[in-house]
């Protein structure tokens, strides 16, 4: 070994002590953020803040009000970039109450108009048990994935 | 640090040879980033911090590096503030990571960053690279920013919408409506192209009058 290899062993060992420390520092932080995102998500899908609800299974649950229903997770892994999470919310005749996309990395500007902050594409669901939706020209993979993961949600509920 | 030195730094970077207009580099995070005020803000302080940075460092260390290993560890201060940002980023500005996560890490890839380390940073003392790495995030950022307004007005009809997600709650009425709707057209990725060449021209134009 010849000083031209460790200086370069010793700079990438004090680079990855750094962000190894400033993960550990920040883990903690981002995991909670994480996951109020996803429960103020939840609370959206519903359509309803005062709503209780109640855990009937892993990250499924029933909603406690008048149009009833459940509220569960979905994941895709047919998205363009890593898994897609969504909550769908039904109601008791199995019809769609809500869905939100809770965590993506789509494409920025081109497939994240599934974030219902970005658009309000994934309304287009409210209402409806049946299959047939236009898929986005230019992100055809993004909405296909979320189409297949609601109608993939619906009918293992309805079972 | 002699005042000439950092006086041609700062017209080179803003105008002369801006990154994004003259030296047309780091287009794809320009062209995806551009929709809106706030995400182009977000993505613009980002680069501007991380080129200043690994600025800093590879300029402190190029006395340290053998020539023969220089890029790969440019490269990896560069990886290094990139990751400590998207860190950081979904620590303290979930909201906006949730918006802009991807390009946060492909900062790596804007050939500004390893363009400014490689012709400047490696072969001049700190504070000067320090100057040049500001003063061409400074002429990223305020294309990103000329970018993301025209696109936004055009494009939504809106201005400053969404800056909540960086400024916090204080900004949560911060939203102007000029229209009710806007061209589809300029919020699509050819509205980029449209901007960023019209933009070009105009520059050229002032240019070549001045």
């Not at chain 2, 980033?33 to 200043?52: A, K, W, Y």
């Not at chain 2, 229209?179 to 019209?198: N, Q």
Request: charged share 15%.
């Amino acid at each position: 070994m010849n000083y031209r290899s460790w200086s370069f062993i010793i700079l990438a060992l004090l680079c990855g002590i750094l962000i190894s420390s400033l993960y550990g520092l920040t883990r903690e932080q981002i995991r909670t953020n994480s996951e109020d995102y996803a429960n103020r998500q939840l609370l959206e899908v519903i359509g309803s803040t005062t709503a209780g609800l109640e855990l009937i299974g892993a990250n499924r649950y029933r909603i406690l009000d008048e149009d009833g229903g459940l509220v569960f997770q979905v994941q895709s892994n047919e998205g363009y970039n890593g898994l897609i999470s969504l909550w769908i919310a039904i109601d008791d005749s199995g019809n769609i109450r809500g869905v939100r996309v809770y965590n993506h990395q789509e494409t920025p500007g081109i497939g994240d108009f599934i974030d219902r902050s970005v658009s309000d594409w994934i309304d287009r669901f409210v209402g409806r048990a049946d299959q047939g939706h236009d898929h986005v020209s230019g992100a055809t993979i993004t909405s296909r994935a979320v189409i297949n993961a609601v109608y993939q949600g619906l009918e293992e509920s309805g079972q | 640090m002699n005042s000439l030195v950092t006086d041609g730094l700062w017209r080179e970077g803003l105008w002369h040879n801006n990154p994004s207009l003259v030296q047309m580099l780091g287009l794809c995070p320009l062209l995806a980033v551009s929709g809106s005020l706030v995400t182009s803000l977000g993505l613009g302080i980002t680069t501007l911090l991380v080129l200043t940075a690994s600025n800093v460092v590879i300029s402190l260390l190029r006395n340290v590096t053998a020539r023969e290993t220089r890029l790969p560890s440019q490269i990896l201060v560069i990886a290094v503030f990139v990751t400590a940002a998207d860190i950081i980023l979904q620590a303290w500005f979930f909201e906006l990571h949730q918006r802009i996560g991807l390009f946060i890490a492909l900062i790596v890839t804007n050939c500004t960053l390893l363009g400014r380390a490689e012709v400047y940073a490696s072969r001049n003392p700190v504070l000067v690279s320090a100057v040049d790495g500001f003063m061409m995030g400074m002429g990223f950022l305020w294309v990103l920013l000329a970018m993301g307004a025209v696109r936004e007005i055009l494009g939504h009809g809106t201005l400053f919408h969404n800056m909540h997600l960086l400024l916090g709650p204080m900004a949560e009425n911060s939203t102007i409506e000029i229209a009710d709707s806007g061209f589809l057209l300029m919020v699509l990725p050819p509205g980029a192209f449209l901007t960023l060449g019209c933009l070009i021209a105009l520059k050229n134009l002032i240019t070549r009058d001045v």
